[in-house]
Structure formats: structure tokens, C-alpha cells
């Protein structure tokens, strides 16, 4: 097999790599900003709640999530799994894990913001919902875009451990391809892929990072 078809091969499996890092974003971010608003709001149970679910998935490594996530439904209700739900245990598990991380860094955020433009927003008659909208969440999301530009590159990275459930990604598709031509060719393809929307990923955060910047040099 040519260079070009190893291109052509992977690059149709690239679109299944790309669509879950694109629906983990959607969803594990308003989850990650909701876990969030619960751990430093919410009723102190639902506090405790938040804090060990983040702390559990955190402290436990993504393939055992996926694989919880895949094969949990069977032996727990004893659900028949279907190649249409491996899709959408990739996404769950991802979308879950990605959430608790978000949370965090959407936490430090919001407590970084000086406790004046608390205060700024009561004297303005902002009551606390929409002193949050209005005020907080806009500075939060300026000062946690780096760290959240990170969590996305690394979710590109990640999604080649839907590989762990069989579901046919741009990594998987590499090594079904290496293995048959007994060569690395395939594996430096993928590199390239995954290298090239890195920087594409990278490069659109950079462009909402100065977009967001509040003084211009």
C-alpha cells in the first residue's frame, strides 16, 4: 500500500476522530461548568457529591472508564451492546471524564476573579445570577482559555483509546493497517494527522485567546 492510500485510508477514519473530540466538547464543557457551579454553590451534600465524583475520575485512568461505560449496560442489566452504541459509550465516558477536568479549571477561574468585581456588580444592582452571567463566567472563561486550549489538545491525543472497545478511529484504523503491511508507515501518518489538528485546534483557541483580550498591544 502507497503513501498516498495509507493518506486516503486513514483520512476517512480521521472524520470518526474528529467527531468525538468535537461532541466530548459539547458536551463535557456546560457539564464541566454545571459541576462546577454545584461544587462551590450547591447544597453541601451535592458539594460532597461533586467533589468525590471528580475526585474519582480523576484519580482512575479514562480506558477503564470507556470500558465501564461499554460493558457496564450488560453485565449490570444485561443489555445487548450494539456497534452503534460503542459510538456513543466513546462519547459518554469522554464527555464525563473531560467534564470533571473542565470543572476544576473553570473553578479556578472563577476564584480568581478579585472579590472587588463582586462587589462592583451589587452596588450595579446585580442580583447573584446575573452577576455571574454577566460579570464572572465572561473573566472566567478569558483566564482559563490556556488551560482549556491544553485539555483540548490532549482530548485530540485521547481519542485514539476508543481503540479499547473496538471502535475504528484514526489510531485503530493505523494499527489494522500496520499490522497487514508489517510496516510503520501507517503510525507516521497518524502522527502527521493528529499533528496537523493540534495546531488546528491550537490555532483557533489562539484566535478566540486575542479576541477575548482586553487590551491590545
Known amino acids: 500500500m502507497s503513501f498516498f492510500d495509507i493518506v486516503a485510508q486513514l483520512g476517512d477514519n480521521m472524520l470518526n476522530s474528529i467527531w ?3 461532541l466530548t466538547l ?18 453541601k451534600p451535592f458539594q460532597w457529591f461533586m467533589k468525590l465524583y471528580i475526585s474519582v475520575v480523576r484519580g482512575t485512568p479514562l ?21 452503534e452504541y460503542r ?10 471524564n473531560y467534564a470533571a477536568y473542565f470543572a476544576e479549571i473553570f473553578r479556578s ?12 456588580a451589587y452596588i450595579l444592582g446585580y442580583g447573584s445570577i ?9 473573566q472566567m472563561f478569558k483566564r482559563v482559555l490556556p488551560a482549556v ?27 489494522i493497517i500496520a499490522a497487514a503491511e508489517t510496516s510503520m508507515l501507517p503510525y507516521l501518518v497518524a502522527a502527521i494527522f493528529y499533528y496537523v489538528l493540534n495546531l488546528i485546534v ?6 478566540i485567546e486575542k479576541r477575548m483580550s482586553y487590551y491590545k498591544i
Open 20 to 22: 468525538i473530540f468535537l
Open 63 to 83: 480506558m477503564l472508564q470507556l470500558l465501564v461505560v461499554y460493558f457496564g449496560p450488560y453485565f449490570v442489566a444485561g443489555m445487548q451492546l450494539t456497534t
Open 109 to 120: 477561574g472563577i476564584q480568581s476573579i478579585p472579590i472587588g468585581q463582586h462587589e462592583a
Open 202 to 207: 491550537a490555532g483557533i483557541m489562539s484566535l
Open 130 to 138: 446575573q452577576k455571574f452571567i454577566r460579570i464572572i463566567i465572561p
Open 26 to 43: 459539547l458536551f463535557s464543557i456546560p457539564l464541566g461548568l454545571i459541576i462546577c457551579v454545584v461544587r462551590l454553590y450547591g447544597w
Open 87 to 96: 459510538f456513543w459509550a466513546v462519547i459518554i465516558a469522554f464527555s464525563l
Open 149 to 175: 486550549t491544553n485539555e483540548s489538545i490532549t482530548l485530540v491525543k485521547d481519542t485514539s483509546l476508543a481503540f479499547a472497545i473496538s471502535y475504528i478511529e484514526l489510531f485503530t484504523e493505523a494499527k
